[in-house]
Structures are given as C-alpha cells and as structure tokens.
C-alpha cells in the first residue's frame, strides 16, 4: 500500500477546507459582528502497516501519520466603528445580545445593528426579536432620543423603556455557528447573564477579519495545493515505473 498517497490525498482535502475558510472569511469580513474562523492542523497517527507474510518472521511495521485540519471560532473583539445611529448598539469586553429566531429558540450575535419594526419592537437587520431583560424591547416612536447606558439600560428621553442583557458561555468553542454573525447553544448548553455589561450606542462592532492577512492565507494555501499535487503525480509516475519494471524483467 502506498501510504505517500494517501497522505497526500488527506493532505489536499485539508488544503480544500482551510481554502473554504479563508474565502468565507473574506466574504463576511465587512459584516458587523462577524467572527473569523482559523484553521489549525495536527498530525494523527493512521493504523500500522505490517510488511511481510510469514509468521514469526521479522516485519517492517510503518505508521502512517495524515493530516488532521480543525476549525474553530476566533471570538476576540472587533474594532469599534462610529456609525452615529441610535439604533447601533456594541458590546465592550464579553457578551452576546439575546435574539429570538424564527422557530422560536434564542439566537446569540455581536452584531448589534438594530432597526425598529412597525410595531415598535426593536429588531435584527433581519428581523428578529431583540430580547431585552424582561423580554422583547418596544421603543416610543414619539419618546424621543434613545440613549443607552453602560449597564444597558434604554432611555427615550426621561424614561427608561427597557434593558438589553447580555448572556455568554462559560465555554464560547462549544456555541453552534447558525449563519455568518449568529450562535446558538450546544445541545444541553445553556448561556449565562453578564453580571457586569459593558455597551454603547452609536457604535457597531466590526468583524475581526483582517483582510490582507486572509489574502496571504488564500496565495499560501494555493501553493501548498500545487506542491502536494506534483508530489502525487510524482509518487504515480514512480508507481507506474516500478510496475512497468518488474512486470518486464527484461527492462
């Protein structure tokens, strides 16, 4: 068995995904509130290939060792971009706001570009539910200028119409990806209240993509494709070699 080529076959699919990566972080890196995902990789040891035939003869045992690629979620904060809206909301330090999806389970997200629904009630770009201490927040259209204070307390005017709270878990990897900015709680996770929130409105959170460094990522994983695929076509020719040899022992 020619273990060079299996482990360039594992070595490619690695390269596929940290390639899919890096262009998805490309694609959302202007999206408020979007997390990066970084590739790592690994060796792991493959199952041991037993040369020769007889027993209690003596045998070359070889291990195999393939690549292993993991991915996992790169929460550390955006920088913070002044929009001047009063309905843009960004989390300093920990914490995601609460969002109600459609199917009803809370939704997590960093993003905190909000917008008002025809019935008051403050929203996502996408129009979910934004949960506030005590349930959906429903702003005033005539109470005036909305205004939050560090603890996330919503004033329009001299009256407080609500609090955002802020939940995060105690493992942030263990959170589900639903989509480019929204988490959801692992199965038997459960998300708890930040005891000292940090916000401010007027703001959003940028994504913590760096453009340029994913560039360099997308030229160096293109090359490490081409250099593994020469050495599979190389490892086949040789193949290919051996074969024609040995099946021709006049050559």
């Known amino acids: 068995m020619n273990i060079a080529s299996y482990r360039s076959a594992a070595s490619l699919a690695a390269y596929e995904k940290w390639q899919e990566v890096t262009s998805q972080n490309i694609a959302a890196s202007s999206m408020p509130g979007y997390k990066k995902s970084d590739v790592s990789f690994e060796s ?3 199952d041991i290939m037993r040369l020769g035939q007889q027993s209690g003869t003596a045998r070359n045992d070889s291990r195999g060792v393939m690549p292993k690629v993991s991915v996992q979620t790169n929460f550390t904060q955006g920088e913070l971009h002044r929009t001047g809206s009063e309905l843009d909301f960004a989390i300093q330090g920990n914490g995601f706001f ?12 960093r993003n905190g570009e909000f917008q008002a629904g025809p ?4 929203l996502t770009k996408e129009g979910l539910v934004v949960m ?4 959906p927040i429903t702003l005033n259209p005539a109470g005036g200028t909305l205004s939050v204070n560090n603890e996330g307390t919503l004033t329009q005017g001299d009256q407080v119409i609500g609090k955002l709270a802020l939940y995060d878990a105690k493992n942030s990897q263990n959170l589900k990806r639903l989509g480019n900015v929204m988490f959801g709680a692992a199965p038997g996770q459960k998300l708890e209240r930040v005891d000292t929130p940090a916000m401010i409105n007027g703001y959003v959170e940028e994504s ?3 453009p340029l460094t994913e560039m360099v990522n997308l030229v160096a994983v293109s090359r490490a494709y081409e250099a593994c695929q020469k050495t599979m076509t190389s490892d086949g020719d040789e193949t290919d070699k051996a074969i024609q040899i040995l099946g021709n022992p006049q050559a």
């Open 208 to 210: 913590n993509v760096s």
């Open 132 to 135: 506030g201490e005590g349930g």
């Open 98 to 109: 609460q969002v109600q999806r459609e199917n009803g389970e809370m939704g997590y997200t």
């Open 119 to 122: 019935d008051g009630k403050l």
């Open 44 to 46: 792991v040891a493959g």
